[in-house]
């Protein structure tokens, strides 16, 4: 089941450097899309989200991009920090009732000094 | 900050046996899930439980799994007789019923170890 794919497993990126993390996805029911960042011996912890009915939705250092034609997100963290680093999960819901999750493989994103 | 929480952190059990996992999610959310990730592969849902009774479950989520919520507080994962395959790190979550704000938010998890 690959409905959800994050095809880089990891990303390096210089201190106050732009990251970019993205992820495809195949169901076209999607509607609801989420990005979620996790370390090791944690749970997932939820970073910023947006609809489909929306293109852009930023929270401070973090902006999510969705293009719904190609299938496609982004994940800008601008300036990257050290702490950043973590694993980086994409997931996506239908927006029916239970509002089920379906992750990404996530992608390791390490922010040097 | 409110925040879901589990116990056990780590859970060993032998083949066969009978584990519960213990979930308290927000006070305020309606809707809880579990989920579970197998060492190096996704973050994979198991059920999603609403005004008390399941409204989603994955092919995953067979006759062994079964979810209660005993009193307003807990939510609790059982699995009737472990197998090895069921090796993983358990995550419960819950969320708002608000639409469209579908964020779940996510417990520490419990490391489930099968021998």
């Known amino acids: 089941d690959q409905q959800v794919k994050q095809n880089s497993p990891s990303l390096s990126v210089q201190e106050g450097r732009i990251s970019i993390l993205n992820c495809d996805y195949t169901?076209?029911?999607?509607?609801?899309f989420l990005w979620y960042k996790k370390y090791p011996a944690e749970g997932p912890t939820f970073l910023i989200s947006?609809?489909?009915?929306?293109d852009k939705n930023e929270d401070g250092r973090f902006t999510v991009f969705l293009n719904k034609s190609a299938k496609h997100l982004s994940l800008h963290i601008v300036p990257s920090q050290p702490g950043d680093s973590a694993v980086y999960f994409c997931a996506a819901s239908e927006g029916n009732a239970g509002n089920m999750l379906t992750f990404g493989g996530g992608t390791r994103l390490m922010v040097k000094p | 900050e409110p925040e879901v929480t589990q116990t056990p952190s780590h859970q060993v059990t032998q083949m066969g046996q009978e584990v519960i996992l213990r979930c308290v999610p927000i006070s305020n959310h309606l809707y809880f899930y579990w989920y579970r990730q197998i060492l190096g592969q996704k973050v994979e849902f198991l059920v999603s439980f609403y005004n008390n009774e399941i409204s989603e479950k994955s092919e995953i989520f067979d006759d062994q799994f079964s979810v209660e919520r005993p009193d307003g507080s807990n939510f609790t994962l059982k699995i009737r007789s472990t197998k090895l395959e069921d090796s993983a790190m358990y995550f419960c979550?819950?969320?708002?019923?608000?639409?469209?704000?579908?964020?779940?938010?996510f417990g520490p998890g419990t490391r489930l170890t099968v021998t």
């Open positions: 947006i609809s489909s009915i929306k």
């Open positions: 979550a819950s969320r708002l019923n608000r639409v469209p704000l579908y964020e779940q938010y």
């Open positions: 169901n076209s029911m999607f509607d609801y």
